[in-house]
């Protein structure tokens, strides 16, 4: 499931990320969500927060997600990753070098300092 997550600046999506994804969520939460921003203003932001009980991202999840990160790449000032999943922060630790905006992780623990950065 993807919940937005409200109360931070009007040029940045944020997401709570739980349980089951499929790609129905993200055809009818994230990418509108993405897609308004972006034709608002130009430029944004991302903020993802994985909950601890995330279960699985089904295999439409995993095209859509990078189907929207294709068409939407150069619309990216910054994205924070918030999660406890090792494998998942390590990958985004190795990938952000060669990703031409910055990307943070943070631990559940720091949602609201990613929340803060990603506001800034």
């Known amino acids: ?33 993405v897609e308004d921003k972006i034709k608002k203003h130009g430029k944004i932001r991302m903020l993802y927060h994985l909950d601890r009980d995330l279960e699985w991202f089904t295999l439409n999840a995993i095209l859509e997600d990078a189907k929207i990160g294709i068409r939407s790449f150069t619309a990216f000032e910054k994205i924070a990753l918030v999660s406890d999943v090792d494998w998942m922060n390590s990958a985004v630790e190795m990938l952000k070098f060669v990703i031409p905006f910055p990307v943070k992780t943070y631990s559940n623990e720091e949602l609201s300092e990613a929340k803060a950065w990603v506001s800034e």
């Not at 409200?6 to 509108?32: C, F, M, R, W």
């Open 1 to 33: 499931m993807i919940e937005i997550i409200q109360g931070l600046p009007e040029n940045v999506v944020a997401v709570h990320v739980s349980g089951e994804v499929t790609g129905e969520d993200y055809s009818k939460v994230l990418i509108p969500a």
